[in-house]
């Protein structure tokens, strides 16, 4: 099993910056796609932003411009970093990440963190 671990959430001022953090766990893994999501109350859960293990990113129309996905394969960690937050982006965020696993046996993952907040809020 491939553990996620998010940080970085916080309190900031509309117009700020967050910069959120994943980090994976576990034993003998590969992973392919990582990714961001978030809910806010009262909503359905929605995509944020994408990022392949070769680089190919995708992003949510409401965020393109603003959020940057990025990652480090040999550290299996992913990054998002989020300029000229609104409150609309306010909301838990959670870290997604899809693989495979080799031990015991070959067979595929698709991971999800506890999530972090982000509120956005003057």
């Known amino acids: 099993q491939v553990q996620l671990v998010e940080s970085g959430g916080d309190l900031v001022q509309p117009g700020g910056s967050l910069r959120l953090s994943c980090a994976a766990s576990?034993?003998?893994?590969?992973?392919?796609?990582m990714g961001w999501y978030r809910q806010a109350p009262g909503k359905q859960r929605e995509m944020v932003a994408t990022i392949t293990r070769g680089g190919l990113t995708n992003y949510a129309d409401s965020v393109k411009g603003r959020f940057t996905i990025s990652r480090d394969n040999a550290k299996n960690t992913a990054s998002l970093q989020m300029n000229s937050l609104k409150p609309e982006d306010t909301a838990v965020y959670y870290c997604t990440a899809n693989g495979t696993t080799f031990t015991p046996y070959v067979r595929s993952f698709n991971s999800w963190g506890q999530g972090t907040q982000v509120t956005v809020s003057s």
């Open positions: 576990g034993r003998r893994f590969s992973i392919n796609t």
